[in-house]
């Protein structure tokens, strides 16, 4: 089973910036980012393949969000703009960790991933 370890979270004011790392133990394929906010279900943030070709994004956070991964250090990055305090969440990485994906596949739901990091706190204050 591949480990995913997730860093950058913190507490930041509305306007500013922070980037996330998840870094894996092992090689992963089509990998994301969920959040979760107080009082609220996991919501899906933005996905990538595995080979960074293609990128996903909800509506809440494109044009501000951007996802980006280096195979060679086993890592994905969420470099998150123009924060608001919705933003304010948990945010797990998760990762397909089984041969055979297309080399475009960018999943959407929890249930598409094999993989999940322990999750870090953003805080976004007013």
């Known amino acids: 089973q591949v480990q995913l370890v997730e860093s950058g979270g913190g507490l930041v004011q509305a306007g500013g910036s922070l980037r996330l790392s998840c870094a894996a133990s092992?090689?992963?394929?089509?990998s994301g980012w969920f959040r979760q906010g107080p009082g609220k279900e996991r919501e899906f943030v933005a996905s990538?393949?595995?080979?960074?070709?293609?990128?996903s994004y909800s509506n809440s956070v494109k044009g501000r969000f951007t996802i980006s991964r280096d195979n060679a250090k086993n890592t994905v990055y969420l470099q998150m703009n123009s924060l608001k305090p919705e933003d304010t969440a948990v945010y797990y990485c998760?990762?397909?960790?089984?041969?055979?994906?297309?080399?475009?596949?960018?999943?959407?739901?929890?249930?598409?991933?094999?993989?999940w990091g322990q999750g870090t706190q953003v805080t976004v204050s007013s």
């Open positions: 092992g090689r992963t394929f089509s």
């Open positions: 990538i393949s595995w080979n960074g070709g293609a990128t």
């Open positions: 998760a990762a397909r960790i089984r041969v055979g994906d297309n080399l475009f596949y960018t999943p959407r739901s929890a249930a598409d991933f094999h993989s």
